[in-house]
Nanobody, 124 residues
């Protein structure tokens, strides 16, 4: 089974930046679309960004457009989420998820494999 591992979370001040990473050991992610999702306490899980298996297509939630950038490095088997201009409302546990094939999008039910999550806290 594909095991995803997120890293890069932490505490940052408003306006700051973080880069999250998502990788898998023992599996190539080349054939998977990858999505980033987040869930804050008391709130529903929200799709943040996604990237196609080729890396040629991306999508973002309106709340993060212009601030977050998703990318993938096939050589490193890693997908990144660069987060700039962070706001307190970005505070959440961030998860990466994988969907095998050419489909990609922000519908969580389409993703089969999930990581354990990494905490992002934006606070002064």
């Amino acid at each position: 089974q594909l095991q995803l591992v997120e890293s890069g979370g932490g505490l940052v001040q408003p306006g700051g930046s973080l880069r999250l990473s998502c990788t898998a050991s023992g599996f190539t992610l080349d054939y998977y679309a990858i999505g980033w999702f987040r869930q804050a306490p008391g709130k529903e899980r929200e799709g943040v960004s996604c990237i196609s298996s080729s890396g040629g297509s991306t999508d973002y939630a309106d709340s993060v457009k212009g601030r977050f950038t998703i990318s993938r490095d096939h050589a490193k088997n890693t997908i990144y989420l660069q987060m700039n201009g962070l706001k307190p409302e970005d505070t959440a546990v961030y998860y990466c998820a994988a969907a095998l094939g050419s489909w990609f999008g922000l519908a969580a039910y389409e993703y089969d494999d999930w990581g354990q999550g990494t905490q992002v806290t934006v606070s002064s």
